[in-house]
T-cell receptor, first 114, second 114 residues
Framework: KAGVTQTPRYLIKTRGQQVTLSCSPI?????VSWYQQTPGQGLQFLFE???????NKGNFPGRFSGRQFSNSRSEMNVSTLELGDSALYLC?????????????FGQGTRLTVV | AQSVSQHNHHVILSEAASLELGCNYS??????LFWYVQYPGQHLQLLLK??????LVKGIKGFEAEFIKSKFSFNLRKPSVQWSDTAEYFC????????????FGKGTRLSVIA
């Protein structure tokens, strides 16, 4: 059974540009969540999608957005990149949310903004 | 707002020493609790989880955790650490209802020295 796949693995972008990251969840999983991981801050929740609907959103500026497609694949977009957006972006998939389900994580996309 | 606190930022232990990492959460209501581990250069992996029943749960690689509802705690333990346990450890909590996202603590970096 294939795991959570994130593409690309590494990205280098310039300040002011925009970027799109992709996440393919485990087959059969309908919930996808995105996290930003930085040293000392742990994993900060960005947003969560379930059946193409955003169910929860973290405390990030509107430059961060996402969507989920009918096949459960998800993308997140960051516009007008800032140096502080440099981080590891993690995607997690699960069958649902809560209710005794667990989240499985991808390898992440390492974004460097220069 | 819901939060998860991990008491130790960095723990350094000698091989064969015992380990206990603290985790407290601020949720009310029924929760699902998790410990994840991130080995250097690898993706997040589930160490163990608590859904219900026996509050002492056992995970992979000899780890265990105890859920103490009255203290809102879910501490991770291992009787004897190995050099290969060097990693970052994250505690995570979600409401059973799924109405909130999976929220992580800031992580504890464990360094095991020979």
């Amino acid at each position: 059974k294939a795991g959570v796949t994130q593409t690309p693995r590494y990205l280098i972008k310039t300040r002011g540009q925009q970027v799109t990251l992709s996440c393919s969840p485990i087959s059969g999983h309908r919930s996808v969540s995105w996290y930003q991981q930085t040293p000392g801050q742990g994993l900060q929740f960005l947003f969560e999608y379930f059946s193409e609907t955003q169910r929860n959103k973290g405390n990030f500026p509107g430059r961060f957005s996402g969507r989920q497609f009918s096949n459960s694949r998800s993308e997140m977009n960051v516009s007008t990149l800032e140096l502080g957006d440099s981080a590891l972006y993690l995607c997690a998939s699960s069958v649902g949310q809560g209710m005794n389900t667990e989240a499985f994580f991808g390898q992440g996309t390492r974004l460097t903004v220069v | 707002a819901q939060s998860v606190s991990q008491h130790n930022h960095h723990v350094i232990l000698s091989e064969a020493a015992s380990l206990e990492l603290g985790c407290n959460y601020s949720y009310g209501g029924t929760v699902n609790l998790f410990w994840y581990v991130q080995y250097p250069g690898q993706h997040l992996q589930l160490l163990l989880k608590y859904f219900s029943g026996d509050p002492l749960v056992k995970g992979i690689k000899g780890f265990e955790a105890e859920f103490i509802k009255s203290k809102f705690s879910f501490n991770l333990r291992k009787p004897s650490v190995q050099w290969s346990d060097t990693a970052e450890y994250f505690c995570a909590v979600i409401l059973y209802s799924g109405n909130t996202p999976l929220v992580f603590g800031k992580g504890t970096r464990l360094s095991v020295i020979a």
